[in-house]
């Protein structure tokens, strides 16, 4: 079987970029075939490309892609459960589903992902504090496994072949579909809170404080404010809205209004995301912000702010950028989170996309990321040392009982990354099991030794 093109690719990140054979199958039965050619000696899953670093590469091998295996297949209004294929993206779900009353029960801060995706890498939300990862909304899912056979996957049924999978990055096999209770609401609208805090001490503590009180938080975080400005930061903390709670004459109260859609061009110059640029445009948004309460937001504005703006990972110009992000737990975290700003800070390497937020209980998934306690995600561009930069920051992490995202993991090592998931053996035993003949991988897993070289 022929791959149907060969070209180079990257993530989100854009970096790294390696050239890879992709094929692209029409339906189910397509990806068993495609594994059972022999045309290349490793595949990948891919969806809509939106995980940051190498999960979704294969530098020199096969790149099967979901995006044509996007099927809707069935749909009970009593339960809430949609069954579809694992290509079908969160932005389809929405655009039918919202306007019946229903919403993704866990959604990532993009829309352009694949439910196969977001179940590879176990994805939360805002509200990881209240609900945990998508895997507890995930019923049940179809594997095509590397040797031929479709296991019936769920919490009771080839249990560990599930808690492998959900967070596994498509290393257990292939998912041709799931079935995923959504959420029902009444409006397409959030009531969010507004809370300016002075620095991130003060973050941390309202969020522990008063998180409870809302079903969705997130935190804006100024990565390169310093001193006593150490992590100032923007509260954004919502509930869902009630039909009550929209103007009267609104109109529909499920329909999202059209955004206009703005699209980045071109690769920003090199260096114009530099301390200076950065360090106003940080002062300017912390600035512009007020504490504020009850203000209503649609949800493409609160949950997706960045979607209407397309290719903005143009930005950070052509080489690119990676999203480190990290999780530490609460005895830890504050000094942990404390040197970890100030280290981005005093490098100057700090982008204008810093979130913080507070984790729920940790899930079930063997390398499923979230833990309780504290999660940082910071845009660090690709310039000269970046590597040896992010390979400090994670000593600092190991040292704080703290680990790394495999969605956006693109540079850490096989020793830190397996110190810093504990279950690691008890994965690689099941995916043993699973591929024997090693006929799924990836250029992470390789880097990271979850897969043969």
């Known amino acids: 079987m022929e791959p ?22 029409e339906k189910p039965a397509s990806v068993s075939a495609v594994l059972d050619s022999g045309a290349e000696s490793s595949y990948i899953a891919r969806g809509l490309g939106r995980s940051y670093g190498d999960a979704s590469l294969n530098g020199g091998g096969g790149v099967i892609s979901f995006e044509r295996l996007n099927r809707l297949i069935a749909f009970d209004p009593a339960t809430a459960v949609l069954e579809c294929e694992a290509g079908v993206s969160l932005a389809e779900i929405l655009d039918c589903f919202l306007p019946r009353g229903y919403f993704l029960p866990v ?140 103007p009267p004459g609104r109109g529909n109260p499920l329909s999202l209004r059209r955004r206009s859609e703005r699209s980045i061009p ?46 903005w990972n143009r930005m950070y110009g052509r080489r690119g950028f990676v999203q480190y992000q990290l999780v530490l737990p609460p005895e830890t975290g504050r000094e942990g989170l404390a040197k970890v700003l100030e280290r981005v800070s005093a490098s100057g390497r700090g982008s204008f996309l810093g979130v913080l937020k507070r984790f729920g209980s940790a899930g079930a998934g063997l390398l499923s990321f979230p833990f309780p306690g504290y999660t940082l995600a910071l845009d660090l561009p690709v310039t000269d040392g970046l590597v040896p930069f992010l390979r400090g920051l994670d000593a600092l992490l190991l040292d704080h009982g703290g680990r790394l995202y495999l969605a956006k993991d693109a540079a850490t090592t096989p020793e830190t990354f397996a110190a810093m998931y504990p279950r690691l053996d008890e994965f690689r035993a099941i995916r043993a099991r699973l591929d024997p003949k090693n006929r799924l991988s990836s250029s992470q897993a390789r880097r990271l030794g979850i897969a043969a070289s």
């Not at 149907?4 to 199958?25: D, H, N």
């Not at 801060?109 to 990881?128: P, R």
């Open 4 to 25: 149907s093109e060969v070209r180079p690719l990257s993530g989100w990140g854009r970096y790294p970029v390696e050239t890879c054979r992709i094929f692209r199958p």
């Open 107 to 246: 959604t990532p801060g993009t829309k352009f992902v694949t439910l196969g995706g977001a179940i590879a890498h176990d994805v939360h939300g805002k509200n990881h504090h209240r609900v945990g990862t998508i895997s507890n909304f995930v019923l049940d899912f179809r594997l095509q496994t590397p040797q031929g056979d479709v296991l019936i996957c769920s919490p009771r049924q080839n249990s560990d072949v599930f808690w492998a999978t959900v967070g596994g990055a498509g290393l257990t096999g292939l998912l041709l579909s799931a079935r995923l209770r959504l959420q029902r609401v009444e409006t397409a609208h959030v009531l969010v809170d507004f809370l300016k805090v002075p620095n991130f001490e003060d973050a941390i503590a309202a969020m522990t404080e008063s998180d409870h009180l809302y079903e969705f938080s997130v935190a804006w975080i100024d990565c390169l404010a310093r001193g006593k400005a150490l992590g100032r930061s923007v509260l954004m903390r919502a509930n869902p809205a009630a039909r009550g709670d929209l």
């Open 266 to 311: 071109f690769d920003f110059p090199s260096g114009l995301l530099n301390p200076f640029t950065v360090g106003k445009f940080n002062a300017f948004f912390y600035r512009l912000h007020r504490t504020v309460s009850g203000r209503l937001v649609d949800i493409d504005s609160f949950f997706y702010p960045l979607d209407s703006i397309r290719h």
